[in-house]
C-alpha cells in the first residue's frame, strides 16, 4: 500500500510504445502533463555504443537492448516506489523486451501507438537532428510484437490527434487503475 496516497491511488507507470516514428515522444509528453507524472525519454537511456550503432544504420539486437531496457526498468521501479509514476516513451517492441521491464517493476502499463511502415518512413524521414535513419524502418517492423491479451495494455491509432490518443490513454490508465484497486 502506498502510504502517501492510500490504497489505488497510485500515479500510473505508462511505457509509450512502438516504432520510431510513431509519437513516442510527442505523445508521451503531452500525456504526462495531462495525468501529472514526469516524461521520461528512453532514448537518453541508451548507452553511447547503441546510438554509433542506429546513427551508422545498423539495428539494434537483444543483448544490445538488455541493458538499456534494464535502465529503463530500474528508473520505472524507482518512480513505482516514489509514488510519483511516469510517462516513458520506449519502443518495447519485443514481448521479451516488455516481460524485461515488468521484472523491474510489475505495474507497468502499455500504451501501443500502431502505425503503418510509410506513415512511420514518412515521419522519420522528416525529422531532424534525430540519432534513428527511416533505413531501419524496416527492421523495427520485423521485430515488432503487438501485445498479448495477457498483457496490461492497449493498442491505439498512432496516426489520431494527439488529444485524441491522449484523452484515450488517460481514460484507459483510469480504467486500469480502478481495476487493481479492486484486485
Not at 44 to 66: C, Q, T, V, W
Not at 70 to 85: C, H, N, P, T, V
Amino acid at each position: 500500500m502506498d502510504e502517501k496516497r492510500g490504497p489505488g491511488t497510485r500515479k500510473p507507470i505508462a511505457v509509450i510504445m512502438g516504432v520510431s516514428g510513431c509519437g513516442k515522444t510527442f505523445v508521451g509528453e503531452r500525456l504526462a502533463k495531462a495525468i501529472g507524472v514526469p516524461f521520461i525519454e528512453g532514448d537518453k537511456f541508451h548507452p553511447p555504443e547503441n546510438i554509433a550503432l542506429m546513427s551508422s544504420g545498423k539495428p539494434l539486437d537483444d543483448a544490445h537492448r538488455a541493458g538499456w531496457l534494464d535502465a529503463i526498468g530500474r528508473k520505472l521501479a524507482e518512480m513505482a516506489e516514489e509514488g510519483d509514476g511516469a510517462a516513458t516513451a520506449c519502443s518495447a517492441l519485443k514481448r521479451i523486451y516488455r516481460d524485461r521491464l515488468r521484472r523491474h517493476c510489475p505495474d507497468v502499463v502499455f500504451l501501443h501507438l500502431s502505425i503503418d511502415k510509410e506513415t512511420a518512413r514518412g515521419r522519420v524521414s522528416g525529422r531532424k537532428g534525430h540519432f534513428m535513419p527511416a533505413s531501419l524502418i524496416d527492421s523495427q517492423f520485423a521485430d515488432l510484437q503487438p501485445l498479448e491479451p495477457d498483457e496490461a495494455g492497449i493498442t491505439l491509432d498512432g496516426t489520431e490527434d494527439v488529444s485524441r490518443l491522449v484523452a484515450a490513454a488517460r481514460e484507459f490508465l483510469e480504467r486500469e487503475a480502478h481495476g487493481r484497486a479492486r484486485a
